[in-house]
């Protein structure tokens, strides 16, 4: 069978798949493309034709502007706590000890849980009258009176990256411990024989394998953390003050709550090119990891 023939019938093949997403994807993009031009609200007409003022006016906003520069607050400090800590528990998991199996498998419950569970769980350990948080510090000394960690601008944001890295830092742990089932155990027996140290045996034979998956993981996690919404909408609704509101919150608010479709539709395209410049960003660098593990 000719090639050409074998690339028609893979388009043949593929044409159902194609076919719905056109219509769940495709066409709902470009309708929100065409609202984006106008000053349509969410109940009534469809609006006048207004042309960018949609987006010059949102982008002008200190709002969106403020909202942008938590957005990637909460994406830095979480994914870099994710990273970290998700490396940290690979190296853990893969040494051989006792009750290892147990303990690899309670480590998946946090990711395992719904999102909405998880921020539940969270808003009861930081509840100001009967939290878990409070009560421990408290009894340690480190405070002198129950705090409402959800309520304050200076802690709030700070209390959902903790909830948000603990949630989903086992993700990273999972790829980084396959990463090091990959590690030969003669290279690391010949590392210690040679003399190398903890620090040298991770940077010269562990960490090479790592850097693949790893990206992969910092893909995946950097653009779920700067379109999240779940977690900070359960637990504080972008409270207070807005000291937590993040794209997606301003996104629906501005569409729903403030039943502005026109602007709210602006807003999401805007937070579409930012994850879509943001993923291609990545990809370029995965692939140029990738050329030069090669």
Request: aromatic share 10%; glycine share 8%.
């Given at each position: 069978m000719s090639g050409t023939s074998m690339t028609t019938r893979a388009w043949f093949l593929m044409l159902p798949l194609l076919v719905v997403m056109v219509a769940v994807i495709g066409w709902p993009l470009v309708d929100t493309v065409g609202l984006s031009?106008?000053?349509?609200?969410?109940?009534?007409?469809?609006?006048?034709?207004?042309?960018?003022?949609?987006?010059?006016?949102?982008?002008?906003?200190?709002?969106?502007?403020?909202?942008?520069?938590?957005?990637?607050?909460?994406?830095?400090?979480?994914v870099a706590a994710e990273m970290v800590l998700g490396v940290l528990a690979a190296l853990l998991l893969n040494q051989e000890f006792k009750g290892r199996g147990v303990l690899r498998a309670l480590m998946i419950l946090p990711w395992a849980l719904p999102t909405v569970v998880n921020a539940t769980l969270w808003r009861l350990i930081y509840n100001p009258e009967y939290g878990a948080l409070n009560a421990a510090l408290t009894q340690l000394g480190l405070i002198d009176a129950y705090r409402s960690w959800l309520g304050e601008p200076g802690t709030a944001l700070t209390a959902l990256i903790v909830a948000d890295c603990w949630?989903?830092?086992?993700?990273?742990?999972?790829?980084?411990?396959?990463?090091?089932?990959?590690?030969?155990?003669?290279?690391?027996?010949?590392?210690?024989?040679?003399?190398?140290?903890?620090?040298?045996?991770?940077?010269?034979?562990?960490?090479?394998?790592?850097?693949?998956?790893?990206?992969?993981?910092?893909?995946?996690?950097?653009?779920?953390?700067?379109?999240?919404?779940?977690?900070?909408?359960?637990?504080?609704?972008?409270?207070?003050?807005?000291?937590?509101?993040?794209?997606?919150?301003?996104?629906?608010?501005?569409?729903?709550?403030?039943?502005r479709?026109?602007?709210?539709?602006?807003?999401?395209?805007?937070?579409?090119?930012?994850?879509?410049?943001?993923?291609?960003a990545y990809a370029a660098l995965v692939r140029k990891t990738a050329g030069s593990a090669t």
């Amino acid at each position: 069978m000719s090639g050409t023939s074998m690339t028609t019938r893979a388009w043949f093949l593929m044409l159902p798949l194609l076919v719905v997403m056109v219509a769940v994807i495709g066409w709902p993009l470009v309708d929100t493309v065409g609202l984006s031009f106008t000053d349509a609200k969410l109940v009534g007409t469809g609006g006048n034709f207004v042309g960018i003022d949609n987006y010059a006016k949102m982008l002008a906003n200190s709002n969106f502007q403020r909202t942008l520069i938590t957005t990637a607050w909460f994406a830095i400090v979480s994914v870099a706590a994710e990273m970290v800590l998700g490396v940290l528990a690979a190296l853990l998991l893969n040494q051989e000890f006792k009750g290892r199996g147990v303990l690899r498998a309670l480590m998946i419950l946090p990711w395992a849980l719904p999102t909405v569970v998880n921020a539940t769980l969270w808003r009861l350990i930081y509840n100001p009258e009967y939290g878990a948080l409070n009560a421990a510090l408290t009894q340690l000394g480190l405070i002198d009176a129950y705090r409402s960690w959800l309520g304050e601008p200076g802690t709030a944001l700070t209390a959902l990256i903790v909830a948000d890295c603990w949630k989903n830092f086992p993700l990273v742990a999972l790829i980084a411990l396959a990463a090091l089932q990959a590690v030969p155990r003669d290279i690391t027996a010949a590392s210690l024989v040679d003399g190398a140290g903890p620090f040298k045996r991770f940077r010269f034979v562990i960490l090479p394998y790592l850097v693949g998956p790893l990206m992969v993981a910092l893909v995946l996690r950097t653009i779920e953390a700067f379109k999240v919404f779940d977690i900070i909408w359960v637990m504080t609704r972008g409270g207070p003050a807005n000291s937590t509101r993040t794209l997606s919150i301003l996104v629906y608010q501005e569409a729903f709550s403030f039943q502005r479709a026109g602007s709210g539709a602006s807003l999401a395209l805007i937070v579409t090119l930012l994850v879509t410049v943001l993923a291609a960003a990545y990809a370029a660098l995965v692939r140029k990891t990738a050329g030069s593990a090669t």
